[in-house]
């Protein structure tokens, strides 16, 4: 059998006690009701039941179905995940939810600076720094999600982008308690998958920026149970976060149960 020697010492280092830990992070962003929730959580708990242990599995879901699913959820290996979370622990922030609010509940994750945030909500780098250090507070891990536009990688500034995105995110940030997702935007929803050699390229150059190597580092856009498995053999990539792939049990469990052959 021919071994890449990258991809053995990530499973040497991943046997031996799991120093960068993989996460599989489902973003329901905007989908599901409580009632949809369970359902789906319902037929997914079965699906993963001899899921490897060492994987992380994360639902991050809609605020108003993760009190309900928390106390579903207690006692089995599914993490949940919250979409944002507010830097003051309490105040007059219209729409906001603060780590409080979150840790009450059980919640281990939470996504920080997508893209959509960014995009269509107003989420600066600034934001996102603060948002980063409230989560690390409240002891919630929190997944920060960088990546750049299609005009951005057709003009060859990927590389410039993601770095300055982190330089500015990560300012005073505890990289012991981080995971970071590489979201190109122009893969998020459209099927156009990043090449994974090409997500595993982007991701070492991510790694190169971090003063802790260990960082859990994800790969996320159109992943997909028909291309989980190739994504997962690339040795720089810890992990997937999903969108639309994710709102599925049978889909979300085949991502879980990705194989390396
Ligand atoms: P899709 O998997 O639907 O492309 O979404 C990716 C994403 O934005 C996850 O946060």
């Keep these: ?79 949940l995940g919250a979409q944002n979370i507010h830097w003051e622990d309490k105040g007059a922030y219209t729409g906001e939810i603060s780590g409080d609010m979150l840790t009450e509940i059980g919640i281990s994750y939470v996504v920080v600076g997508h893209s959509e945030r960014r995009q269509y909500f107003g989420e600066t780098d600034q934001t996102v720094n603060l948002r980063l250090k409230s989560a690390q507070k409240h002891g919630i891990t ?3 999600c960088v990546g750049e536009t299609k005009e951005q990688r057709d003009t060859g500034a990927t590389e410039k982008i993601i770095i300055n995105q982190l330089k500015e ?37 991510i790694r190169q920026q971090l003063k802790n190597k260990n960082v859990s580092i994800q790969y996320g856009g159109s992943v997909k149970p028909n291309n989980i498995d190739e994504i997962m053999t690339q040795s720089e990539i810890d992990g997937v976060l999903v969108g639309g792939a994710s709102l599925e049990p049978a889909s979300f469990a085949r991502i879980a149960n990705y194989k390396i052959s």
């Excluded at 308690?177 to 595993?200: F, K």
Aim: charged residues 25%; proline residues 3%.
């Design 142 to 144: 929190p997944i920060l």
């Design 1 to 79: 059998m021919v071994v890449n020697l990258s991809l053995q010492s990530k499973v040497e280092i991943k046997s031996n006690q799991a120093v960068r830990k993989i996460v599989l992070a489902g973003n329901w962003k905007m989908h599901k009701t409580q009632v949809e929730s369970l359902e789906f959580v319902q037929k997914f708990k079965s699906e993963i039941e001899n899921t490897e242990e060492g994987r992380e599995i994360v639902l991050c879901a809609p605020f108003t179905s993760l009190s309900v699913m928390s106390k579903n959820l207690h006692g089995s290996r599914i993490q």
């Design 169 to 205: 995110d990560l300012i005073d940030i505890d990289q012991s308690n981080l995971v970071i997702a590489y979201e190109p935007i122009w893969a998020i929803g459209t099927g156009d998958t990043c090449e994974s050699i090409e997500a595993n390229r982007v991701i070492g150059v």
